[in-house]
Structures are given as structure tokens and as C-alpha cells.
């Protein structure tokens, strides 16, 4: 009998030794959500790079390098001015463009979707071709006809053509962005018109 008082005894304090250090182990499950990381999904989205804006904007960035790059041996230069703004201008579409390259072809734009990224993408094509296409002009008109700068003339205004393709497309699909959303808004109101029409029939009091 002792024996048995004793097995008790020690699986009553094992229990509640158990349920000491268990409520004072730092190691306690939680309930709290595991979210995934944020970086768990990227990567390279080859449809993407296959279609029409991820080939364009790969000519984009290797016109606008080539075109920086050009412009860049020009050693000396009276006046400067159109050759600085063409540096200007292809350099900055160059990290702009590339810039959204990565980010649309490793789908980080998924990650943001606050930001209207087709509406970003319109604003970088559109300012890049009218840029592209002034500092090409200036640069055409005061160039001391080197090889750099009528190389640099050349592939200027090639970019500002693929710029000035691509921002027709990007149009097209931001104005066939907009008539979805507004043919949802409108199929979203009358569905919400017909079933509170629905309502007030069968609840003739209300009327």
C-alpha cells in the first residue's frame, strides 16, 4: 500500500512540477499567425521577359546603356550643353527602366499593390520619349559630327522610338485597366440596387 501512496505521490508531483516548469518555460506555443516572408515568392517571371513590354524594355535598357556609353567618350565638346543633357537623359532612363525590369520581372510589383504600376510604367515610357527625343534633337543640331555623337544621335532616336511604342501600349492597357474597373464598379452597383429593391417587395412595411 505504501508503495502505491508513494507511485502517487510521485506522479502528483510530477505532474505538478511538469506544469510548473511548463507554465515557466519560455518555449510556450503560440497562436499567434506565422505570416510568410515577403521574399518567399520572388522570382523570374519568364512570361514576363517573353512578352511585349519585358522584350521592350530590355531594348530600352540596352539602347539607352549603349546610347550613355557613346556619349561618354566624347572627350571634348563647344558647347556642352546638348551633350549633357543627353548624358542626363540616358543615364537616368537607363536606372529607371532597368529598375522596373527587375522589379515587374521578379513580380516585387506584387508585393506593393498600392502603387498603380502600370500607371507608373506609362509615366517613365511617355517622360523617356520626349526626353529621348529633345536630347537627340539638341544633339543632332550642335553636334561637331564625330563618330560618338552621330553614334550617340543614332541610337537616341532609336530609343525613342521603342520608348514611343512601348507608351502606346502601355495606354491600351491602362485604359483597358480603367473600363474593367468601371464595368465592375457598375455591375458592384446594380447588383447592390437590385438587391435592395428585392428587399423593400418583400417587406412591403418598409415602403
Request: hydrophobic share 45%; charged share 15%; proline share 3%.
Amino acid at each position: 500500500m505504501r508503495s502505491g501512496e508513494d507511485a502517487e505521490g510521485f506522479d502528483g508531483q510530477a505532474s505538478s512540477s511538469s506544469m510548473i516548469s511548463g507554465a515557466s518555460s519560455p518555449y510556450q506555443p503560440t497562436t499567434e499567425p506565422v505570416h510568410p516572408r515577403l521574399l518567399g515568392a520572388v522570382r523570374c517571371d519568364t512570361d514576363y521577359l517573353r512578352s511585349y513590354f519585358g522584350i521592350l524594355k530590355l531594348v530600352e535598357v540596352v539602347l539607352s546603356l549603349i546610347g550613355f556609353i557613346c556619349i561618354e567618350t566624347i572627350m571634348m565638346c563647344s558647347p556642352c550643353g546638348g551633350v549633357y543633357f543627353f548624358e542626363f537623359v540616358s543615364c537616368s532612363a537607363f536606372v529607371v527602366t532597368g529598375v522596373l525590369l527587375l522589379i515587374f520581372s521578379l513580380n516585387l510589383h506584387l508585393k506593393v499593390p498600392q502603387v498603380n504600376w502600370n500607371l507608373t510604367d506609362l509615366v517613365n515610357t511617355a517622360a523617356s520619349t520626349l526626353f529621348f527625343f529633345l536630347s537627340s534633337l539638341v544633339l543632332a543640331c550642335i553636334n561637331h559630327n564625330t563618330g560618338a555623337e552621330i553614334a550617340a544621335v543614332i541610337f537616341g532616336f532609336l530609343v525613342t522610338g521603342v520608348y514611343g511604342l512601348n507608351t502606346f501600349l502601355a495606354v491600351r492597357r491602362w485604359r483597358r485597366g480603367n473600363g474593367c474597373q468601371r464595368a465592375a464598379q457598375a455591375s458592384e452597383y446594380i447588383r447592390a440596387r437590385t438587391a435592395s429593391r428585392g428587399e423593400m417587395e418583400a417587406r412591403p412595411e418598409l415602403a
